[in-house]
């Protein structure tokens, strides 16, 4: 049976774009596969622990010698790279904030590094591989080429360098301007907006259509 697991991490609620559009995503996964099953995770409501001086040294210290703080992180670290063992299909939402990662997906990523678990001690090899990993970033500027901040998203840079030797390969959905609206200096900007929007939800209505016919 087909599983998803559907990852949201912007703290805008009801307001956030990316938000909107995982949702859509696990839409038209569901369509796809109408008896596939899905987890939900929401780092923006519920983020995952930081690594800090009491427990983050728990993947790298025996699980006999944990400290009760290094015992309870690594339990979350098992559960959570559980979920993506679980997972045929990711999809996360990643928003732009101060031109890189919420700090929260960070948090959840370093987690996931686990020798043993996620990757192979012996060979490097990660294990997580072999799965859809679906990213639907969105930004509330322009950064595309030719603009005055080009290159300034550090999040859809740094994500896949971040989670490689995990085995995984994200694949981006992106939709940018999206404080067009909201922001007056930027009005002038939302025709361009609308059609970055229009042009993402396209993208991810047509991510699982050849399932969903065969």
Known sequence: MSHLL?????????????????????DAWRAAHPDGTVTYRDLGADPVPHLDTAAGLARTVPPE???????????????LIDEVKAADTIVLGLP???????????????????????????????????????????RGGG?????PREGWDHAELWLPHGVSMLGL???????????????????????????????????IDALWTTAATV
């Open 96 to 138: 732009l904030y101060n031109f890189a990662a919420p700090s929260s997906v960070k948090a959840w990523v370093d987690h996931l590094f686990a020798y043993g678990l996620a990757i192979n001690p012996e060979t490097q090899e990660g294990l997580l591989g072999g799965r859809d990993f679906i990213v639907v970033a969105s």
């Open 6 to 26: 559907h990852i949201d991490s912007s703290i805008q609620g009801d307001a956030s774009v990316s938000r909107a559009l995982t949702a859509r995503a696990a």
């Open 65 to 79: 010698q944990h400290t009760p703080e290094q015992a309870a992180s690594w339990a979350l670290t098992v559960a």
């Open 143 to 147: 950064y595309g080429p030719g603009t």
């Open 169 to 203: 390969e994200p694949r981006f959905v992106t939709t940018e301007l999206t404080l067009a609206a909201a922001r007056e200096q930027l009005a002038h900007l939302k025709p361009l907006a609308d059609e970055s929007r229009a042009a993402a939800e396209a993208e």
